[in-house]
Structures are given as structure tokens and as C-alpha cells.
């Protein structure tokens, strides 16, 4: 499981959608996601202040676009980039970020 924070607004967009896209999938090629035990730092370093935030539950296997795990050097973690769009069926739940 691979997850991706999004705001409400964001996800409105795209709710009656088959698929999702996130913003930096235009500017830098792939849509940002994290591991179960990445999520707690994306949300402090990106989302600090933020109370509309919602969490994306994407299962890696139903994805039909390319998954890498590649290094983010500010962190020195490997990260899972989405290279396209994200299918709707791979998205098995939505929660809010609160238990993070």
C-alpha cells in the first residue's frame, strides 16, 4: 500500500473521474506518494497548518501506471513515484490525515 496526500479541494476535481492527477505529474513527470511510515514527515514538511488534508490509499498492484521508488535527497529516503495518471480502482480507501 502507497499512499498520497491530497487537500479537498484537490480531490474534488477529480472525484467523478476514472482517474487522478495529481499537479506535479505536469511539472515534474510523476505524482508524489509515500510509504505507511513516510506519511507522519510528508504531512509536518508540506502540510503543516493544513486541516483540509486527505489521504489516498493506493494498492501498487492495481496501479496501470509505472511505479518507481526513487531518492529524495532532502531526506535521503527512497519515495514511490506514480509516472501517470492514477486509476480510481487503485484507490481502495480515502481517510483524513488526523490518525498521522
Not at 502507497?2 to 477529480?14: E, P
Not at 511510515?37 to 504531512?43: M, S, T
Amino acid at each position: 500500500m502507497i499512499f498520497h496526500v491530497v487537500t479537498a479541494s484537490q480531490w474534488q476535481q477529480f472525484e467523478n473521474q476514472d482517474h487522478y492527477v495529481a499537479d506535479s505529474l505536469a511539472i515534474e513527470g510523476f505524482i508524489h506518494c509515500s510509504t505507511a511510515a513516510q506519511v507522519a514527515g510528508v504531512l509536518q514538511r508540506y502540510y503543516a497548518g493544513a486541516t483540509d488534508t486527505m489521504l489516498l490509499h493506493i494498492d501498487e498492484n492495481l496501479l496501470t501506471a509505472e511505479l518507481k521508488y526513487e531518492l529524495a535527497p532532502s531526506v535521503n529516503e527512497l519515495f514511490p513515484h506514480v509516472f501517470g495518471a492514477i486509476n480510481k480502482n487503485a484507490i481502495v480507501a480515502i481517510t483524513d490525515t488526523s490518525s498521522f
